[in-house]
């Protein structure tokens, strides 16, 4: 699922990837494409400043030092590739306190791995991916370690049905289509039984507080370590004492000896000038979270500064794609007031959906399919599944009911890849073959989608769909 569109992770890899294994993956994408003799290593961005002429030429003047020496170029067009966690966010403003505490506190940035915590009584801000990580395994060792979260989180297990690994069961066209088509009070019903389905999220203290499905990490380690008393979840924290913290809830837990902050990460451009400040805060200011509305000649763009329910990887491939034929003029887009209209509308939006929700700051967890099909349309690479179901239905049945996976986007149009049909086809092949290191001549084998789904899969959703909205109550539909 994390895999470039045209560049499949060697067989051997496993599901889910140790990150050296992700790292050496990069390394051979680099060698393969031989994008290592245009990439300076080493080197500082200091600047990004307009070229005196930028009105005319577009052009920007980039400073940069390495080995002690400052030096300075003219571009022709920026790609900020710094994404969401360049900056960390440690608000000890937000816990009295803290400055007074005696034990130790860090970033989760900072932290590496459990040592120097054994025997120790460890707190651990904020759930969401790292914290729930960092819990789990400082747990192992600790004498306790309490996790304290403000809103809660759904958690998912990397297993889904079968050992099959859920995202490729989850992250589908049909489940989208499933989502956009029931009623929201339906689909909100759904959502709960799935993720309840594990564990019962309030018998845990996770159940989210606020009414957005978005909030959810993956961690197979971490409801177990609770259930054996490893981790104690906890509220928000409302201030500290020297060694102790207490609660929201006027609990109070004594002798804490290290506190670390999995509080997330601010947007951070220093190296921008500062008229680009404000329109790069948040990827909301942005046209497609990717291109700054305002400037007279778009070639500027912010990369991976986006948060989808899928894999980045490919969602910064594609957006990579588009913003290289912007500027290389094989791709046009809306003029300056169009863009900002656009802009401000999607904001109103966002206002509206969230202001009910306590608590929101606004960010938002937008989706992977409907992004990656959005930004697809704008390059002229999103598959017609209809004329797929007309000249290829097999490959059809396996880009709507299969995991949308990055080579849907090689199908068709510009970069158009030869192997990306014989790769959406063998994908279930592709997740079994890391786990084949015991053959057995008895072995249960999915097919992408059996002739069971296509003689009765179909009508039976339709059906399904047709009385859900006939028997639908009216708040449902509301």
Same mark, same amino acid.
């Given at each position: 699922?994390?895999?470039?569109?045209?560049? %499949?992770?060697?067989?051997?890899?496993?599901?889910?990837?140790?990150? #050296?294994?992700?790292?050496?993956?990069?390394?051979?994408?680099?060698?393969?494409?031989?994008?290592?003799?245009?990439?300076? &290593?080493?080197?500082? /961005?200091?600047?990004?400043?307009?070229? %005196?002429?930028?009105?005319?030429?577009?052009?920007?003047?980039?400073?940069?030092?390495?080995?002690?020496?400052?030096?300075?170029?003219?571009?022709?067009?920026? =790609?900020?590739?710094?994404?969401?966690? +360049?900056?960390? $966010?440690?608000?000890?403003?937000?816990?009295?306190?803290?400055?007074?505490?005696?034990?130790?506190?860090?970033?989760?940035?900072?932290?590496?791995?459990?040592?120097?915590?054994?025997?120790?009584?460890?707190?651990?801000?904020?759930?969401? !991916?790292?914290?729930?990580?960092?819990?789990?395994?400082?747990?192992?060792?600790?004498?306790?370690?309490?996790?304290?979260?403000?809103?809660?989180?759904?958690?998912?297990?990397?297993?889904?049905?079968?050992?099959?690994?859920?995202?490729?069961?989850?992250?589908?066209?049909? =489940? $989208?289509?499933?989502?956009?088509?029931?009623?929201?009070?339906?689909?909100?019903?759904?959502?709960?039984?799935?993720?309840?389905?594990?564990?019962?999220?309030?018998?845990?203290? &996770?159940?989210?507080?606020?009414?957005?499905?978005?909030?959810?990490?993956? !961690?197979?380690?971490?409801?177990?370590?609770?259930?054996?008393? +490893?981790?104690?979840?906890?509220?928000? /924290?409302?201030?500290?004492? *020297?060694?102790?913290?207490?609660?929201?809830?006027?609990?109070?837990?004594?002798?804490?000896? /290290?506190?670390?902050?999995?509080?997330?990460?601010?947007?951070?451009? @220093?190296?921008?000038?500062?008229?680009?400040?404000?329109?790069?805060?948040?990827?909301?200011?942005?046209?497609?979270?990717?291109? @700054?509305?305002?400037?007279?000649?778009?070639?500027? +763009?912010?990369?991976?500064?986006?948060?989808?329910?899928?894999?980045?990887?490919?969602?910064? *491939?594609?957006?990579?794609?588009?913003?290289?034929?912007?500027? !290389?003029?094989?791709?046009?887009?809306?003029? =300056?007031?169009?863009? =900002?209209? *656009?802009?401000?509308?999607?904001?109103?939006?966002?206002?509206?959906?969230?202001?009910?929700?306590?608590?929101?700051?606004?960010? *938002?967890?937008?989706?992977?399919?409907?992004?990656?099909?959005?930004? +697809?349309?704008?390059?002229?690479?999103?598959?017609?599944?209809?004329?797929?179901?007309?000249?290829?239905?097999?490959?059809?049945?396996?880009?709507?009911?299969?995991?949308?996976?990055?080579?849907?986007?090689? &199908?068709?149009?510009?970069?158009?890849?030869?192997?990306?049909?014989?790769?959406?086809?063998?994908?279930?092949?592709?997740?079994?073959?890391? &786990?084949?290191?015991?053959?057995?001549?008895? #072995? %249960?084998?999915?097919?992408?989608?059996?002739?069971?789904?296509?003689?009765?899969?179909?009508?039976?959703?339709?059906?399904?769909?047709?009385?859900?909205?006939?028997?639908?109550?009216?708040?449902?539909?509301?």
């Amino acid at each position: 699922m994390s895999s470039f569109s045209d560049f %499949p992770f060697p067989e051997v890899c496993p599901n889910f990837l140790h990150h #050296s294994v992700l790292l050496e993956y990069l390394r051979l994408y680099a060698e393969h494409f031989q994008l290592l003799d245009y990439i300076h &290593l080493k080197t500082t /961005v200091c600047s990004v400043q307009k070229h %005196p002429d930028f009105t005319a030429t577009g052009q920007w003047v980039v400073y940069t030092e390495k080995d002690g020496q400052r030096k300075s170029a003219i571009f022709d067009a920026i =790609m900020v590739c710094s994404g969401l966690y +360049a900056e960390r $966010n440690l608000p000890l403003d937000s816990f009295p306190g803290i400055k007074k505490f005696k034990g130790r506190y860090l970033h989760s940035w900072e932290y590496k791995d459990p040592r120097g915590l054994e025997g120790k009584r460890v707190l651990v801000l904020g759930v969401g !991916n790292s914290g729930g990580d960092i819990a789990a395994e400082v747990s192992r060792t600790a004498a306790k370690v309490f996790l304290s979260t403000r809103s809660g989180t759904w958690v998912l297990s990397r297993i889904s049905n079968a050992g099959w690994p859920f995202d490729m069961v989850f992250t589908s066209r049909f =489940m $989208n289509s499933i989502q956009k088509l029931l009623p929201a009070g339906t689909t909100k019903k759904m959502r709960t039984s799935i993720f309840n389905r594990w564990f019962n999220h309030e018998n845990y203290g &996770l159940i989210p507080l606020e009414s957005s499905w978005t909030l959810l990490i993956v !961690n197979d380690e971490l409801p177990s370590c609770i259930l054996c008393g +490893a981790v104690v979840v906890k509220t928000n /924290v409302k201030e500290f004492t *020297e060694t102790s913290a207490i609660f929201e809830d006027g609990t109070v837990e004594k002798d804490i000896d /290290v506190v670390i902050f999995a509080t997330g990460y601010t947007t951070s451009f @220093p190296f921008l000038e500062e008229s680009l400040h404000s329109a790069c805060k948040s990827n909301v200011s942005l046209y497609k979270k990717i291109f @700054p509305p305002h400037l007279e000649k778009q070639t500027l +763009a912010i990369i991976g500064f986006v948060a989808v329910t899928g894999s980045l990887m490919p969602a910064v *491939e594609l957006q990579a794609r588009w913003v290289t034929r912007v500027f !290389n003029g094989s791709c046009k887009l809306p003029t =300056m007031s169009q863009m =900002m209209t *656009e802009v401000a509308k999607h904001k109103e939006d966002l206002h509206k959906r969230f202001r009910s929700i306590p608590r929101h700051k606004g960010k *938002e967890r937008i989706s992977f399919i409907e992004y990656m099909d959005e930004i +697809a349309t704008c390059i002229g690479v999103k598959p017609s599944l209809p004329l797929l179901f007309l000249t290829d239905p097999k490959l059809g049945l396996e880009v709507f009911f299969g995991p949308c996976t990055s080579y849907q986007f090689r &199908l068709t149009g510009p970069g158009k890849w030869e192997k990306a049909r014989s790769t959406i086809l063998t994908q279930w092949d592709r997740a079994l073959k890391p &786990l084949k290191t015991r053959v057995v001549d008895v #072995s %249960p084998k999915r097919t992408s989608v059996s002739c069971w789904v296509i003689v009765f899969g179909i009508p039976a959703f339709l059906g399904f769909i047709w009385l859900v909205f006939k028997y639908s109550s009216p708040s449902w539909l509301s």
